[in-house]
């Protein structure tokens, strides 16, 4: 099973990125994924998550500017994100879990927001 975090990448402060996480070795739908991050000299925190039925939940700071998806055929899970500040850089890492299955974490992809 693996869990493969991609899209990072430098950009300016008020632009876009899309990540990837794209999974291999379980149905994304059979899961709850989320979306983590940890910035810098700081702990990991969480980001959005989008649960089996297609219910997505975000950090209250970040409604309105992230949006997590899912592509069932594609077996991959997304994050938008619009409207990027510096603090937003981090090492932003997926995550899928369920009841009575294990927990994957995918490795990092790093998102690096200028100013």
């Known amino acids: 099973v693996q869990l493969q975090a991609s899209g990072g990448g430098l950009v300016q402060a008020g632009g876009s990125l899309s990540l990837s996480c794209a999974a291999f070795?379980?149905?994304?739908?059979?899961?709850?994924v989320f979306w983590y991050r940890q910035p810098p000299m700081n702990q990991r925190e969480l980001v959005a998550s989008?649960?089996?039925?297609?219910?997505?939940d975000y950090t209250d700071t970040l409604k309105g500017r992230f949006t997590i998806s899912r592509d069932s055929a594609k077996n991959t899970v997304y994050l938008q994100m619009n409207s990027l500040k510096p603090e937003d850089t981090a090492l932003y890492f997926c995550?899928?879990?369920?009841?009575?299955?294990?927990?994957?974490w995918g490795r990092g992809t790093l998102v690096t927001v200028s100013s």
């Open positions: 995550k899928a879990s369920s009841p009575g299955r294990p927990t994957y």
């Open positions: 989008i649960n089996k039925k297609g219910t997505t």
């Open positions: 070795g379980i149905d994304v739908q059979l899961y709850n």
